[in-house]
C-alpha cells in the first residue's frame, strides 16, 4: 500500500471518481515501473554471470548492455510519468 493511500481514500470520499482512477492507475504504474528499472541491472549481472559459468558465448556483451539500457530507460520513464500522473490527480482534487 502507498505512504499517500490516504489521499486516494480522499479522492473517493469527494466523489471524484475519475480523479481517483488516475490515481490508482498513477500509483500502478509507479510501483511497475520502479521494480522493473530495479529487476533489468540484476538480470544483466545475472545473465553476464550465467554466461561465464557456462564459458559458452552467447550473443554480444554491448547489444545486451544496450537492450537493458533502453529497458531500464522505458521503465524509469514509466517511473516518472506515472509519479507525475498521482500528483495531477491530488493537485485536482483538492481544489
Sequence with gaps: ????????????????????????????????????ALIGPLSLLGGFTSRWMRSEPTGSFWGAVLCVLTVFAGFVLLLVLSGELKAYALKRGRE
Excluded at 493511500?5 to 466523489?15: A, M
Excluded at 481517483?20 to 511497475?32: N, P, Q, S
Design 1 to 36: 500500500m502507498s505512504l499517500d493511500y490516504p489521499e486516494y481514500v480522499e479522492l473517493k470520499k469527494r466523489k471524484r471518481w475519475f480523479l481517483a482512477l488516475l490515481w490508482r492507475l498513477g500509483d500502478i504504474g509507479y510501483y511497475v515501473g520502479l521494480l522493473g
